[in-house]
T-cell receptor
């Protein structure tokens, strides 16, 4: 079974630009969660999508948004990029039927904002 | 007080040592407990998943959960240089996929 895939793996953007990251979950998984990982803050939850609906949201500004498609693939968008948005962005997938399921992470997209 | 506390280390041990990694938490609503291993510049890899107090063993790894003390542990027996990585504890409340992570402990196993 293929794992979670994320594209692109690396991105360099300039302040003020916007960026879209993509995540394809494990086949059969309907929940996709997004996390930001930085050396200072560690792994922080951004949001979770299940059956095309945002089911949970972390404490990030509205510049961070996401969506999920009918095939469970998900995208997250960051608008008006700031230097502090430089981070590893990880997505995780799970069955999502009951909450607290085992979550499997992708390799991440490393975003650098200059 | 952070919801999940984990000593960030780093921890350096000789090959063959028994390693003990720990996390404490403050939210008594946490029901599901996980340990992830993350190699440099890679995504976290799920090592252990538990949802009740007690021990769970998988090969050289044992996960322990003590809900009364709000304390979880991961033991690695006969540690190998390939175990050198950052270990993250994570937990979630019932009905939610949101994981709350510890800061991670960097482990180095020296040959």
């Amino acid at each position: 079974k293929a794992g979670v895939t994320q594209t692109p793996r690396y991105l360099i953007k300039t302040r003020g630009q916007q960026v879209t990251l993509s995540c394809s979950p494990i086949s059969g998984h309907r929940s996709v969660s997004w996390y930001q990982q930085t050396p200072g803050q560690g792994l922080q939850f951004l949001f979770e999508y299940f059956s095309e609906t945002q089911r949970n949201k972390g404490n990030f500004p509205g510049r961070f948004s996401g969506r999920q498609f009918s095939n469970s693939r998900s995208e997250m968008n960051v608008s008006t990029l700031e230097l502090g948005d430089s981070a590893l962005y990880l997505c995780a997938s799970s069955l999502g039927n009951r909450g607290g399921d085992e979550q499997y992470f992708g390799p991440g997209t490393r975003l650098t904002v200059t | 007080q952070k919801e999940v506390e984990q000593d960030p280390g780093p921890l350096s041990v000789p090959e063959g040592a028994i390693v003990s990694l720990n996390c404490t938490y403050s939210n008594s609503a946490f029901q599901y407990f996980m340990w992830y291993r993350q190699y440099s510049r890679k995504g976290p890899e799920l090592l252990m998943y538990t949802y009740s107090s007690g021990n769970k063993e998988d090969g050289r790894f044992t996960a322990q959960v003590d809900k009364s003390s709000k304390y979880i542990s991961l033991f690695i027996r006969d540690s190998q240089p390939s175990d050198s990585a950052t270990y993250l504890c994570a937990m979630s409340v019932g009905g939610s996929e949101k994981l709350v992570f510890g800061k991670g402990m960097k482990l180095t196993v020296n040959p």
